[in-house]
């Protein structure tokens, strides 16, 4: 349709994720050239035949007395399936809750079903995944008889299966505790800890605008300032120094890049017990710099200045952070300045994820950007020629994705090249939103949906994409995204597992994503800062960290003074490990058929 179309470089192109209100009818052309001259082709329209059949009932099945499974015949809609309402069983059965438990498969947890007894489903209001959801017919029903569940005869079989399994299961939750790293530090509202490439030190940053190293040990007792831009760095809110990285050849180079919110030098405000003014027309703006380290210190001159957007408020300001392994390019993610639109992506480098080249390769790699952020500076960087947006008419195509509201975390997973966001919810929900490996220009959905409530519109930018998890307010008030756990020290138990917390709460879970949506296990709670707590929560969680072994940190913020913690097992691990294949543990004469030995 006159666009072009970012990545189509190839004698195929494979068009993901269309949808029959946005893309039926679109006309596509492809231009091939070479020295000679170019040619175009006929065009080729896009016939999407638009989803029409309604889910129905496969089968049902009790899974004990309280319990009933239901299978559907294609994926189901999470609000219209989770509604217990939309649910009735016959014979005075109660129904008291619904959860997806996969994409077509529904548990119903029911008052007690009688064993023999044939029961009836009977559901309404159902609804598919389709862009115009199909419901399904009314007053489906499906049958079953409610069967007897366990075992009837214990089998011929020692303890612990022939002694194959561990007497004691894996320590996941019940004794981890949460311990000072370096007990004889102390930082002034940490917000971040990370290790410098290629020594054994540590470097943290507090929100005020100073950064330290210090050596990997826990006997430490000193830490040394790196640089110091507390003068024209706006703290004492949800803003400040929010996030420090390495450059990749920082070996060579020395380059470390910091992201803060500017303030004209000479004009911060606040203190421990007095938050500075929210919204000032165009005061606080969000900066991406980098400094120079000459011998374990930065000086101020040493400022190279990559983005500066001018925004109005302290509040959901970013900042995730990190180079990426295998591409070399630095992403990071910037929240909503509070009022901005988070579905606009030709105004301001507000509310997305954004991916730039800071080593300005050019060529087939990257090109200069082709336009300046309202209200905003970018200089010193290209644009990958594979962000998203590349070509299309007014864009910003630093933007790698939008939608997002306060993603005060991302990281990276390098063995999987997964991307995780936690993203700081507004009065219902917090969530962990995914990107995997070759998927951009996504749409995480804010402000349309929170969480899992809430539908995304007929027409919208990118491609929509919803956390894998969410949870309440009852649960925690501000998200903090973690790390998937790479060290060595709790391998067994937490290996390729993501960690993450919440500020308020203060607690750090371990997320399993076998289940769909992804659940969480509580490891433990970090303790409570010292000293005067004037927002939610200066006294809590405010980010995690890795050293250079993969090892995971937690950071405690504080105003008196606050330190870095990490987990530890109290207690004896299991005497043998879990087996890693299900054909390890000798409980069946055939594996593929699941004949049992």
Known sequence: SGTNLPGATQAVLVYSNTTYLADNGKVFRC????????????????????????????????????????????????????????????????????????????SLTVTSLTLSNNYTVTVNNVRDRASIPNSIASNSQISFQAQ??????????????????????????????????????????????????????LCAWEREGRVWMFVNDSNVITKTLVVDISNQCQGWDDSGLLNLVFHPGFATNHFMFLYYTWVTPGTVVGSPTTRPTEMVVGKYHDRLSRFTVTNGIATLASETVFVDQAGDSVWHNGSGMFFHPTNGFLYYT????????????????????????????????SHAPPRQPTLGTTANYFVPNDNPFVGQSGVLEEFFGLGLRSPHRMTIDPPTGRIYIGDVGAGSREEITRIDPGESGLNFQWSYVEGFLGTMPGSYIGISKPPILDYTHGEGQAVIGGHVYRGSEFATQLGGRYIFGDNVSRTVWVMDESTTPATKIPLGVLPKGDGPNSGSDYTGLSSFGLDANNEIYMCQMSSIGGRIYKLAIAGQSASRPLPTLLSQIGAFTNLAALAPN
Do not use: C
Not at 162 to 188: D, H, Y
Not at 354 to 364: A, C, L, P, Y
């Open 31 to 106: 231009v091939v050239s070479n020295a000679s001259g170019s040619v175009t082709s006929s065009p080729a329209t896009l016939t999407v035949i638009a989803d029409i059949t309604p889910p129905s009932l496969v089968s049902a099945i009790n899974q004990d007395q309280t319990h009933i499974t239901i299978i559907f015949s294609e994926p189901l809609e999470i609000a219209s399936a989770t509604n217990a309402a939309n649910y009735a069983v016959n014979g005075g059965i109660a129904v008291q809750g619904a959860v997806l438990m996969s994409a077509q498969t529904v």
């Open 148 to 201: 007897a569940f366990g075992l009837t005869v214990r089998p011929l079989i020692g303890p612990f299966l022939n002694n194959v399994m561990p007497e004691a299961a894996p320590l996941l939750s019940a004794n981890w505790t949460i311990v000072p790293a370096f007990p004889n530090l102390v930082f002034t509202n940490l917000l971040g800890v990370t290790a410098v490439p290629g020594t054994n030190l």
């Open 334 to 365: 910037d929240g909503d300045d509070e009022r901005s639109d988070p579905q606009v992506i030709t105004n301001k480098l507000f509310a997305g994820v954004f991916r730039i080249d800071v080593d300005k390769r050019g060529g087939s790699i």
